[in-house]
């Protein structure tokens, strides 16, 4: 059984300074609340994030999840049907020791977690669905290419690659009203605007969004055959590339 959900109030005190965001152990223990109130529709990406992996998982194959944070992702995959071995990537010691102490007592399928930063490079082999959800976003603007590429090269043919993105339109007015209706979202989930606003702040120069059509000319330069979005609110999306 999990343990309860921790609530985020990481940004409720307005007087103290504001740093940048961090993976942290503060952050890892009300990781899950935060997801649940600051992703539109997160439970439904998640769905299809395992029903597209199930289509695209092949046995004898890697199942690898690019910013695993606490597992979540790997263990509704543990239902695949196919042969497949999990790797969860994350650059934060905090997020990897708790997905470890989820995943030992509950995954049916091997697994392997491995603490590494995207923005040092990435080498992969033998992957069939590489999974980013909300990393690439963190991946400093410099290494976003190189990265995609790396992801690439490590896909078997006919693999996928499913990226989870904040994303930003080039209409500015679209680009606002998107950006206030998503504040609108955070509000209504116990969000304040004093801590909506000090969050905004921390993550400035720590997220950094391209636009939707961005990432999509990034995934075909990398030399993905195809893209398609299949999921889209607001300044959020999921897209599918194919190798």
């Given at each position: ?66 910013g ?111 950006i ?11 969000y ?52």
């Amino acid at each position: 059984m999990d343990p309860p959900m921790v609530k985020d109030k990481l940004y409720d005190n307005d007087t103290a300074p504001i740093a940048d965001f961090r993976f942290d152990e503060n952050t890892a223990a009300v990781f899950d609340d935060m997801l649940e109130r600051s992703v539109p529709f997160y439970a439904e990406m998640q769905r299809q994030i395992a029903e597209l992996a199930a289509d695209f998982a092949t046995d004898g194959s890697l199942i690898v999840d690019l910013g695993c944070s606490l597992g979540k992702t790997i263990q509704r995959l543990d239902s695949l049907a196919q042969d497949v071995r999990f790797v969860g990537i994350d650059a934060s010691d905090a997020m990897l020791a708790r997905a470890d102490a989820a995943l030992a007592s509950s995954m049916r399928h091997p697994y392997e977690l491995r603490r590494a930063d995207l923005n040092d490079g990435l080498r992969l082999d033998n992957a069939s669905v590489v999974i980013m959800s909300l990393t690439l976003q963190f991946v400093r603007p410099l290494y976003r290419q190189r990265v995609l590429a790396e992801i690439y090269a490590g896909l078997n043919p006919d693999g996928c690659l499913l990226l989870i993105e904040k994303v930003g339109v080039e209409e500015s007015l679209l680009n606002r009203l998107y950006i206030d209706h998503y504040y609108d979202f955070k509000r209504r989930n116990g969000y304040s605007r004093t801590e909506i606003a000090r969050k905004r702040e921390a993550l400035e120069n720590v997220l950094i969004p391209y636009r939707l059509t961005e990432n999509e000319e990034m995934l075909r330069n990398a030399g993905f055959r195809a893209v398609d979005a299949f999921f889209k609110w607001y300044n959020f999306a999921g897209l599918i590339a194919l190798k």
